[in-house]
Nanobody, 124 residues
């Protein structure tokens, strides 16, 4: 069992930055591929970024490439999402997720554990 707790969300103006953190419980954090998803009001949950167990591999959805960076610190059981050049369309609840897999995946159903989400609001 893995418990995930996100933090770092908030209100920011367009062009600004935020860093989300996701702290995981348990001693097997490095066994999980980690991902970030988001859900805007009235829309389905969508993939944002994923990172491999070692941190050596990453993947992003096209709309955030070059602006967002996913990273992890396995010594701290934490995954991060650095978000720069934020746009109003980035407004959503952001969720951290853990997949007990040894490959990168953008598919929500591949993830076994989810956090409660953190709100990110970007004003224009």
């Amino acid at each position: 069992q893995v418990r995930l707790v996100e933090s770092g969300g908030g209100l920011v103006q367009a062009g600004g930055s935020l860093r989300l953190s996701c702290a995981a419980s348990g001693r097997t954090f490095s066994s999980y591929t980690m991902g970030w998803f988001r859900q805007a009001p009235g829309k389905e949950r969508e993939f944002v970024a994923t990172i491999s167990r070692s941190g050596g591999g990453t993947a992003y959805t096209g709309s955030v490439k070059g602006r967002f960076t996913i990273s992890r610190d396995n010594t701290k059981n934490t995954v991060y999402l650095q978000m720069n050049s934020l746009k109003p369309e980035d407004t959503a609840v952001y969720y951290c997720a853990a997949a007990n897999e040894n490959f990168l995946t953008v598919v929500a159903r591949d993830y076994d554990y989810w956090g409660q989400g953190t709100q990110v609001t970007v004003s224009s």
